[in-house]
């Protein structure tokens, strides 16, 4: 079910890196709860499973970093 929440999200708000997904999923009431860690997690098992991919560009996330942004593999 965790999985599957994540990559929701990802169907939901589109291409977008671990912190904002950490902040989006936040947002929400009905999802499973999961640590910032959890989430990176279940996001690395759906890029093993090549349901999401490396979409090529970054972001820059709070601390000023650039981060990868994550995208749906169609």
């Given at each position: 079910?965790?999985?599957l929440?994540?990559l929701?999200a990802?169907?939901r708000?589109?291409?977008?890196?671990?912190?904002?997904l950490?902040t989006?999923?936040a947002m929400?009431?009905?999802?499973?709860?999961?640590?910032?860690s959890?989430?990176?997690?279940r996001?690395?098992?759906l890029v093993?499973?090549q349901?999401?991919r490396d979409s090529?560009?970054?972001?820059?996330?709070?601390?000023?970093?650039q981060?990868?942004?994550?995208?749906l593999?169609l």
């Open positions: 079910p965790k999985r929440a994540v929701n990802f169907k708000w589109g291409p977008m890196t671990d912190e904002q950490r989006r999923y929400r009431a009905d999802v499973p709860g999961q640590s910032e959890g989430l990176r997690t996001r690395s098992e093993r499973m349901q999401l090529g560009t970054t972001r820059k996330m709070s601390t000023g970093r981060a990868t942004v994550w995208e593999v």
